[in-house]
């Protein structure tokens, strides 16, 4: 059995890889009286007065929405929000083991924007936080910037922000290890997709270098009249030549290639075009947009990908529960821009000089350190901008 036929039957095994479990013993009448009528009745009076005790009273302070409409699932785009369930489980469970953060999922059947907002603003006084999940772009930067508007929780599109993190993470280390200077930097990104973008803002506001982007049409170009908004607006900050043509032509004499596209689209020869020892990050999944050990032949002298076959898996995983674990421990107002680029930094703090090798520069999932300095990091930062409410 490959590994999809091992998923189908573990997930038929299970029914389900979450579930509700309470906290609170119930075996007999005085317990009942507790937990539910009458007793309950006298936290429901204490948060009807006082707004900020449903976090004290309530699992609330701890659990996370994990929402998705299903439009941009994995690989798979939009299978909708049935078909998106197992992912969404997924992510739950991944926050619990990594963080002890709960998680809920939660599915919505609309593709309209305002819908999925209302939708979620209506529940989420029943959460601490909101974490996005496989929406499509550009709808997703518009839902999640009226959310932020509407909601008192943090707000999180981890397609986008995580994806962000965890990459500026990795180079951060891996510029390291290849004796490159911050600022200096010529990136290119290819996939201009809510991932991609969300990369290069936070790699500009870090100040990693310049960056090109390319989508499916060709390199962006600020005022091109055929780009949505997100785009025309990441264009104003990119391509400071105003270079045109395709990826390829990008590549010549760069430093860094991040792939956030297809498969298999990014040849041995662009990469040889490259600065010497470029580094090579090949993060769409199954297939990355260069397999590694080509990448390698060609000269790169870091890979990474998405993928947990080969070294330097970079995974959302390493983000998103520490994320949350920090905002939620300080009942943040929200999650940051400054936050995001701390959370870069623990988590590339993780692997010492003495550490740091080609096949090393990012800490593994299974590291127990990494969500708590994510968190500490996180939370520390809600502290010094003065949006921690605890």
Same mark, same amino acid.
């Given at each position: 059995?490959?590994?999809?036929?091992? !998923?189908?039957?573990?997930?038929?095994?299970?029914?389900?890889?979450?579930?509700?479990?309470? +906290?609170?013993?119930?075996?007999?009448?005085?317990?009942?009286?507790?937990?539910?009528?009458?007793?309950?009745?006298?936290?429901?009076r204490?948060?009807?007065?006082?707004?900020?005790?449903?976090?004290?009273?309530?699992?609330?302070?701890?659990?996370?929405?994990?929402?998705?409409?299903?439009?941009?699932?994995?690989?798979?785009?939009?299978?909708?929000? @049935?078909?998106?369930?197992?992912?969404?489980?997924?992510?739950?469970?991944?926050?619990? +083991?990594?963080?002890?953060?709960?998680?809920?999922?939660?599915?919505?059947?609309?593709?309209?924007?305002?819908?999925?907002?209302?939708?979620?603003?209506?529940?989420?006084?029943?959460?601490?936080?909101?974490?996005?999940?496989?929406?499509?772009?550009?709808?997703?930067?518009?839902?999640?910037?009226?959310?932020?508007?509407?909601?008192?929780?943090?707000?999180?599109?981890?397609?986008?922000h995580?994806?962000?993190?965890?990459t500026?993470?990795?180079?951060?280390?891996?510029? $390291?290890?290849?004796?490159?200077?911050?600022?200096?930097?010529?990136?290119?990104?290819?996939?201009?997709?809510? @991932?991609?973008?969300?990369?290069?803002?936070l790699?500009?506001?870090?100040k990693?270098?310049?960056?090109?982007?390319?989508?499916?049409?060709g390199?962006?170009?600020?005022?091109?009249?055929?780009?949505?908004?997100? $785009?025309?607006?990441?264009?104003?900050?990119?391509?400071?030549?105003?270079?045109?043509?395709?990826?390829?032509? !990008?590549?010549?004499?760069?430093?860094?290639?991040?792939?956030?596209s297809?498969?298999?689209?990014?040849?041995? %020869?662009?990469?040889?075009?490259?600065?010497?020892?470029?580094?090579?990050?090949?993060?769409?999944?199954?297939?990355?947009?260069?397999?590694?050990?080509?990448?390698?032949?060609?000269?790169?002298?870091?890979?990474?990908?998405?993928?947990?076959?080969?070294?330097?898996?970079?995974?959302?995983?390493?983000?998103?529960?520490?994320?949350?674990?920090g905002?939620?421990?300080? +009942?943040?107002? %929200?999650?940051?821009?400054?936050?995001?680029?701390?959370?870069?930094?623990?988590?590339?703090?993780?692997?010492? %000089?003495? %550490?740091?090798?080609?096949?090393?520069?990012?800490?593994?999932?299974?590291?127990?350190r990494? !969500?708590?300095?994510?968190?500490?990091?996180? @939370?520390?930062?809600?502290?010094?901008?003065?949006? @921690?409410?605890?």
């Open positions: 059995m490959d590994v999809y036929q091992k !998923a189908l039957q573990l997930h038929k095994d299970l029914a389900g890889k979450i579930e509700v479990v309470s +906290r609170a013993e119930i075996n007999e009448a005085s317990d009942l009286a507790l937990a539910y009528s009458p007793g309950v009745a006298e936290p429901c204490a948060i009807a007065a006082d707004y900020d005790l449903s976090f004290q009273l309530t699992r609330r302070h701890n659990l996370v929405a994990v929402v998705t409409n299903g439009s941009a699932v994995l690989g798979l785009g939009d299978i909708g929000p @049935a078909a998106a369930m197992p992912v969404m489980e997924g992510k739950c469970a991944l926050f619990k +083991r990594f963080a002890d953060v709960d998680a809920f999922p939660i599915c919505i059947d609309s593709h309209d924007v305002d819908e999925i907002v209302h939708n979620i603003a209506l529940i989420a006084k029943s959460f601490g936080g909101i974490n996005l999940e496989d929406i499509a772009a550009p709808a997703c930067f518009e839902i999640e910037a009226k959310l932020k508007e509407v909601c008192d929780i943090p707000i999180f599109h981890d397609d986008q995580g994806t962000a993190i965890v500026a993470a990795a180079l951060y280390n891996a510029m $390291k290890l290849t004796n490159r200077k911050m600022g200096d930097l010529k990136i290119v990104i290819n996939g201009a997709g809510a @991932a991609g973008i969300a990369i290069a803002r790699l500009l506001q870090m990693f270098g310049t960056i090109v982007m390319a989508d499916r049409s390199l962006i170009v600020a005022g091109d009249d055929h780009l949505d908004p997100a $785009k025309a607006e990441i264009a104003q900050l990119t391509n400071p030549d105003h270079l045109r043509g395709s990826v390829a032509d !990008a590549l010549v004499g760069a430093d860094v290639l991040i792939g956030v297809g498969p298999l689209c990014i040849s041995q %020869e662009m990469v040889a075009s490259m600065k010497a020892d470029p580094l090579i990050f090949a993060m769409a999944n199954p297939t990355p947009e260069i397999m590694p050990e080509d990448a390698i032949a060609a000269g790169a002298a870091v890979v990474g990908t998405g993928r947990s076959d080969y070294p330097n898996q970079i995974n959302n995983v390493l983000v998103f529960p520490g994320i949350f674990k905002a939620l421990s300080v +009942r943040a107002k %929200e999650i940051t821009d400054l936050m995001k680029e701390r959370a870069a930094l623990a988590i590339a703090s993780l692997v010492s %000089e003495e %550490e740091l090798t080609a096949d090393h520069i990012i800490p593994s999932a299974f590291d127990e990494v !969500a708590e300095v994510v968190a500490k990091a996180v @939370a520390d930062c809600a502290v010094e901008e003065g949006i @921690a409410r605890v």
